[in-house]
């Protein structure tokens, strides 16, 4: 039994080693997973090493952890990007890793049987299993799904890239970041002297691109970095996506079309958090429109949750915000709150769709924080990131209008 536990150990340890640093994703290197890498293999090393060490009870613990861990880095991103785009690079250690943890579970499984414990009054031995699966179920909710979760975001992004649909002449471009990568994107060359950058994705932004171009306006939509055609690690939380803004910026203030002052952007979910951001970060933006901005760390949702929401489920967020810390090699961003007043004087729109399934509750906040230059558009009846779809007249009209005021010459 221990040579099955380390064998499939071994494998999943493999898969980390080949994800973080023999085949790392394009645009990075070794250098760059330390964390991601040394930390998994450290607690996989101290697994191994405590297995043999331990009794039967603890040990299928270990083994249902290390199980249900190798399913999760292994499965979830090979099989979807076996699925999107066929597989290759590290999706067949992912394979391997999560055939392991399959093995892995049923070792575990049977050490835990073999170790309960018989005889006794029937109220002490029932009560102790009760209280097993008790503390199994909380360590699930507070521990394994927030870790998995954080896998997912930092390690699946949309492969693919979409058919273009602007509604008008588009250049295939690439946009270098401050940290080396490159993004790929869409450019629709400016008609009236002002551009706005169109975030994130090439898929949900082009609609917003067709009504700007109607309006002569630029339209630069990006892939972030992780996503589609666009080189580095992802992360649906957006952490450490801002430089993707500033490189945009940086390539519409060079472009022959565009005057530098009358540059915009539209952010759409992670990426108005990401477009809030840029804008408190870098001047050059001179108007921002966030649609359905939310929160991103656990010192935001801090403000956002009622205290007993808050407590009740702050241990599954800290361990979520330690693993995103861990799997994205980066400390969480700053806060909404701290960097919203920055973006003052300049006009900011910030949508919301209060009913629309995703928290949305600060976007509110947000705009009090920046001042008189913001405004709040609040839409009960349009689903998260879906305002152009709910009211397409008036939220042309108003997102339009807003550009006009704000980059008007």
């Known amino acids: 039994m221990d040579r099955v536990f380390l064998a499939a150990t071994a494998a999943v340890a493999l898969h980390v080693a080949d994800d973080n640093f023999v085949q790392p994703p394009d645009g990075t290197t070794a250098a760059d997973h330390l964390v991601s890498g040394l930390v998994p293999l450290a607690l996989l090393g101290l697994a191994a090493w405590a297995y043999p060490r331990v009794r039967a009870g603890a040990a299928g613990v270990i083994a249902l952890s290390v199980g249900l861990f190798g399913i999760v880095v292994g499965a979830i991103e090979a099989g979807y990007y076996t699925q999107a785009v066929g597989p290759s690079g590290d999706d067949y250690t992912g394979f391997l890793a999560a055939a392991a943890g399959l093995v892995l579970l049923g070792l575990g499984a049977h050490r835990l049987w073999r170790s309960r414990r018989g005889g006794g009054h029937w109220f002490r031995r029932y009560g102790r299993r009760t209280l097993r699966v008790v503390g199994a179920v909380l360590v699930a909710f507070f521990v394994v799904l927030p870790v998995a979760f954080a896998y997912l975001t930092t ?6 890239v979409p058919a273009p649909h602007l509604g008008t002449a588009y250049e ?7 940290d080396g990568l490159d993004l790929a994107g869409w450019y629709v060359p400016s008609k009236n002297g002002a551009a706005v950058i169109a975030f994130h994705g090439r898929t949900k932004a082009q609609p917003h691109a067709r009504m700007l171009a109607r309006h002569g306006y630029g339209v630069l939509i990006l892939d972030r970095r ?17 430089p993707d803004i500033h490189a945009a910026v940086d ?16 952010g759409f979910s992670v990426g108005g958090e990401e477009m809030l951001q840029a804008a408190a970060e870098n001047p050059d933006l001179a108007a921002v429109v966030s649609e359905g901005a939310g929160t ?20 599954a967020l800290v361990v979520k915000d330690v693993a995103l810390t861990v799997f994205s090699n980066r400390l969480p961003p700053p806060t909404l709150m701290s960097l ?26 947000y705009a009090k924080l920046i001042g008189p230059s913001a405004e709040v558009w609040e839409m009960p009846d349009a689903m998260h990131m ?13 997102v339009v209008g807003f550009f006009d005021q704000a980059l008007s010459r």
């Open 172 to 178: 295939d471009v690439t946009v270098t970041t401050s």
């Open 251 to 266: 390539f519409l203030k060079a472009r022959p079309d565009v005057d530098p002052a009358r540059i915009g952007g539209i």
């Open 226 to 242: 992780g996503v589609g055609e666009s080189e580095g690690d992802g992360s649906m939380f957006g952490w450490g996506g801002t």
């Open 340 to 365: 919203a007043p920055k973006i003052a004087p300049r006009p900011a729109l910030l949508i919301w769709a209060p009913n629309g399934g995703n928290m949305e509750t600060m976007t509110p906040v």
């Open 296 to 315: 991103r760390s656990t010192r935001e949702q801090y403000e956002e949750l009622s205290a007993g929401e808050f407590w009740t489920g702050a241990p």
């Open 155 to 160: 390690h699946v992004a949309v492969a693919t």
């Open 386 to 398: 879906a305002g152009l779809q709910a009211r397409p007249r008036e939220y042309e009209r108003r």
